[in-house]
């Protein structure tokens, strides 16, 4: 299995600009997990889905961001309008049973997002 | 409000001695807690895991340790080896809950 797969793995926008992050998450797992890595707040869960449904999005900065699952296999995480301080690492993040699996979640490399 | 909480930002730690990394919660419904190791430009990968119903949790050179009174878990690595260096990553989740929650996490570099 090659694991979670996030693209871009950079992204370099201007503020005000639409960014759109993609994740593929390993074939099988059932969660899937949206997560922001910040300096100031560490790895903060932003929304996660079940069944390609989304169970909790309370982490959700704003409006400007929303989450996607039209399937199994994809989902994106979509900011607009995109600003400076929506600059971070986001990671996306698969699991077949949620928080209940022995070994937690599988991460994707990320991608690191800065918004000039 | 972070209810898992890392307070040492950075460790240093001689090769083949005893690393220490330590994590405090709050939230006293947390019954799982995981360890996860970062390397830069990598995603966070599992190291190692304990229920609450255990005290201690080992895996080689890795041992978690949980005191449930003090709510503080804490992960020893001996011996320590360079390529241990890498960010620590301490996690926790509620029995009814599916998503983990994760402290800011700790930068441990062993030198040789």
């Known amino acids: 299995d090659a694991g979670v797969i996030q693209s871009p793995r950079h992204e370099v926008t201007e503020m005000g600009q639409e960014v759109t992050l993609r994740c593929k998450p390993i074939s099988g797992h059932d969660y899937l997990f949206w997560y922001r890595q910040t300096m100031m707040r560490g790895l903060e869960l932003l929304i996660y889905?079940?069944?390609?449904?989304?169970?909790?999005d309370s982490g959700m900065p704003e409006d400007r961001f929303s989450a996607k699952m039209p399937n199994a296999s994809f989902s994106t995480l979509k900011i607009q309008p995109s600003e400076p301080r929506d600059s971070a690492v986001y990671f996306c993040a698969s699991s077949p049973r949620g928080a209940r699996a022995n070994y937690g979640y599988t991460f994707g490399s990320g991608t690191r997002l800065t918004v000039v | 409000d972070q209810q898992v909480k890392q307070n040492s930002p950075s460790l240093s730690v001689q090769e083949g001695r005893i690393s220490i990394l330590n994590c405090d919660y709050t939230n006293s419904m947390f019954d799982y807690f995981l360890w996860y190791k970062k390397y830069p430009a990598e995603g966070p990968t599992f190291l190692i895991s304990?229920?609450?119903?255990?005290d201690k949790n080992e895996d080689g050179r890795f041992t978690v340790f949980l005191n449930k009174s003090a709510k503080h878990l804490s992960l020893h690595i001996v011996p320590s080896q360079p390529g241990d260096s890498a960010v620590y990553f301490c996690?926790?989740?509620?029995?009814?809950?599916?998503?983990?929650?994760f402290g800011k996490g700790t930068s441990l570099l062993v030198t040789p």
């Open positions: 304990i229920s609450s119903i255990k």
């Open positions: 889905f079940n069944n390609n449904v989304p169970i909790d």
């Open positions: 996690a926790a989740s509620v029995n009814s809950g599916y998503a983990l929650n």
